[in-house]
């Protein structure tokens, strides 16, 4: 504005000036109309510039205004949403049946054992707290029962049901047995050293003969009075199966 201002006066001095001699310099007269005429011209010029310099005084302020203007309404920047994980859809698989003991095998000793010309039969058991009776009269081996317990003694008749004998050697067949009294857990069959003892007799069975051969185990004193069920157990490497005591 005050170059505006400066640039008005001067033009109006100009055009008063006019009028007036300076430096010795005659100026020629004009009319009153000429002066008129002059006046106005240099007043057009005046405002004609001053709206030209207004113009690009407001562009430049309206565009500062523009940049540094912030938004009415600014809208909040949405925050990133976690990607949300796939549901597992994954069918659970009930173990429960895998996971169940396998099907009860029912097999005859001589079957299980591969024995051939041999039948195997379970004859009985009896209760003693020692085996054999000190009264035999040769007496090779005898074991007894702990304290506050009871030997079980399992009886089985093995035959030689072929024409011609039969060496058996039960030892090389790596036989193991468990008993179950009472549905109770399984425990192995004592190792002796019995000449008859069923896991690891070895002799020979006279055509048409016949062994008596047992299995011994030891159990509570109590337990040993109330037997109602037994039951045998054959493992063989991982492979097992069960003979019925009935």
Not at 2 to 20: Q, V
Not at 129 to 147: G, K, Q, V
Not at 166 to 178: A, C, I
Not at 202 to 207: E, F, Q, S, V
Request: proline fraction near 4%.
């Amino acid at each position: 504005m005050r170059a505006n201002r400066k640039t008005f006066g001067l033009l109006l001095a100009a055009a008063a000036s006019l009028g007036m001699t300076a430096c010795g310099a005659a100026i020629p007269d004009m009319t009153e109309e000429q002066n008129a005429v002059l006046v106005e011209y240099a007043a057009g010029l005046l405002l004609k510039y001053d709206s030209n310099h207004h113009g690009r005084l407001v562009d430049a302020e309206d565009l500062e205004e523009e940049i540094n203007a912030e938004p009415e309404n600014p809208q909040p920047e949405e925050e990133a949403q976690p990607e949300e994980e796939p549901e597992n859809t994954a069918t659970v698989v009930d173990n429960t049946q895998e996971n169940q003991e396998e099907e009860t095998v029912y097999r005859s000793i001589e079957e299980f054992y591969g024995l051939d010309g041999v039948a195997v039969e379970f004859s009985g058991y009896e209760i003693k707290t020692m085996y054999p009776d000190d009264n035999t009269d040769e007496l090779f081996f005898a074991m007894s029962a702990s304290a506050g317990c009871k030997l079980v003694v399992l009886h089985f008749d093995v035959s030689n049901v072929g024409g011609q004998d039969k060496d058996l050697d039960m030892l090389s067949l790596d036989t193991k047995f468990k008993i179950s009294i009472n549905g109770e857990t399984p425990k192995y069959a004592l190792t002796t050293m019995l000449t008859n003892d069923l896991a690891s007799y070895k002799g020979t069975i006279t055509a048409g003969g016949l062994e008596s051969l047992v299995l011994v185990t030891e159990v509570p004193e109590e337990t040993a009075h109330s037997i109602q069920t037994m039951s045998l157990i054959m493992r063989s490497g991982t492979e097992e199966a069960l003979f019925s005591l009935d």
